[in-house]
């Protein structure tokens, strides 16, 4: 068991590597009376490209089917997953994002049953065509219930706009009619290959001795049989430049009209400490141009163009990052300009000083800090940057060393005409702009 302590935030992370593959990762908290415990495998929505674990053929999938997956363990053969968590005085649930599939539960008392108990019916599968078919009439309740949400139509509206053709631009739960062609086959398929050991990790963050939950987890793998680990082939369609659509308005019931400009960044293959840098830069960006204390943001305020519903976000995950800016207005075409002006126009900004600069870092370094007393953070966090090679507890050092000079070499490498588009709601009758 490998361990390394982190002085200046006083943690100590001890991990391991099973036999069978599978990534260990303990956190000891014991001034905490929770424990949070996270399973996860490298398996999201846009993994609809593979070549099975037992095969030599790639095929293609669902859209849908890991989150479909998901909803699927909780029921085993004879036992239901969030019943044996009630049993030990757990809460239970499980998440799936483009790239990732978790599942985790949170007590104060019987940490050795629980976390054999999130092992165990992770790693008990049972699909049947009677359980299949009950799962896609309530899957389906869900997708028409976002379908119906503006703010939802908005978000995968842009992402269409810049990611045609992509499974990044499908609801992580797929469509009414992708998750018809699921079979219990094929969730056995995606199953074998993706929740192999080998392509999982365990996070246990809280109060254990990490000795003894070690011995725990290795006493619960060692009692179960897995096929041979192999790398997974996976596929992604090529994304450029040239097939991003610049612009698309809807119309749909709402009170006023609302507007999503997304930047695409085009160097997708991002990993580890880099893509963590270029999270950093991004957001820092983001913050300097449209921060509430930005003169941008005060004057698109004052003149009524945006609204508090005003919001932007940088997004980077496994083969894809972008920039999304939105906001409610009665002027989506003049707010769609005044933002490409000052997204092009960077370079000249008033706002990018270095007197701003440091306190906007400083204010990311106390918020990252902050976010280290909450073992939900880190255990999700954690878990999902272990995939692409990086570390949370170094990304405090990597905002400190980060510069304003390293803020504008990513701005002249983002923002650029071309790799922009617009998503636009328009109220229902609104004439086209």
């Not at 599978?22 to 993994?47: A, E, M, R, W």
């Not at 790639?58 to 909780?74: N, Q, R, Y």
């Not at 036992?79 to 483009?98: I, L, P, R």
């Not at 880190?378 to 905002?399: C, K, Q």
């Amino acid at each position: 068991m490998n361990k390394v302590h982190y002085e200046a935030l006083n943690e100590t992370v001890y991990t391991e590597v099973l036999d069978n593959g599978l990534q260990v990762v303990l956190i000891p908290k014991n001034k905490y009376s929770k424990t949070y415990g996270i399973f996860t495998t490298d398996f999201g929505s846009i993994d609809n490209q593979f070549v099975p674990i037992n095969g030599d053929k790639e095929i293609k999938i669902p859209d849908g089917i890991a989150h479909f997956l998901e909803h699927k363990l909780f029921e085993g053969e004879d036992h239901d997953a969030f019943e044996d968590f009630a049993k030990y005085g757990a809460s239970a649930n499980a998440f799936t994002s483009f790239t990732r599939t978790s599942y985790l539960f949170s007590a104060t008392d019987n940490i050795p049953e629980n976390t054999n108990s999130l092992l165990d019916f992770v790693q008990d599968p049972h699909f049947t065509e009677e359980g299949t078919e009950k799962e896609k009439g309530i899957i389906a309740q869900e997708i028409r219930m976002y379908e119906d949400n503006p703010g939802w139509q908005l978000f995968y509206g842009l992402l269409r706009n810049l990611y045609p053709e992509h499974p990044l631009s499908v609801d992580i739960a797929g469509t009414v009619d992708s998750i018809q062609e699921i079979s219990p086959e094929l969730l056995q398929i995606c199953y074998d290959t993706f929740y192999h050991p080998s392509n999982m990790n365990i996070l246990m963050i809280g109060n254990f001795a990490p000795e003894e939950m070690m011995e725990t987890i290795k006493q619960n793998q060692a009692g179960k049989t897995f096929l041979p680990a192999k790398p997974i082939q996976r596929t992604l369609p090529p994304t450029s430049i040239q097939n991003i659509i610049p612009y698309k308005a809807i119309e749909m019931d709402v009170q006023r009209p609302k507007v999503m400009l997304g930047v695409k960044g085009l160097d997708a293959d991002v990993t580890g400490n880099q893509a963590e840098k270029y999270k950093i830069y991004g957001s820092l960006l983001l913050e300097l141009l449209f921060g509430r204390s930005s003169t941008h943001f005060i004057e698109l305020y004052d003149n009524g163009l945006i609204d508090d519903s005003f919001g932007y976000s940088f997004n980077l995950d496994r083969s894809f990052h972008f920039m999304a800016i939105e906001s409610d207005t009665e002027e989506p075409k003049l707010l769609e300009e005044k933002l490409k002006r000052i997204l092009l126009e960077w370079e000249a900004d008033a706002n990018l000083t270095n007197e701003k600069f440091d306190l906007l870092k400083k204010s990311m370094i106390g918020e990252q800090l902050q976010a280290f007393n909450s073992l939900e953070y880190i255990a999700n966090h954690y878990s999902t940057l272990l995939f692409s090679g990086a570390e949370l507890f170094e990304v405090v050092p990597l905002i400190e060393e980060t510069s304003l000079e390293d803020i504008r070499k990513f701005a002249e490498g983002y923002l650029k005409e071309q790799s922009m588009s617009t998503y636009v709601i328009l109220q229902k009758g609104a004439k086209q702009q």
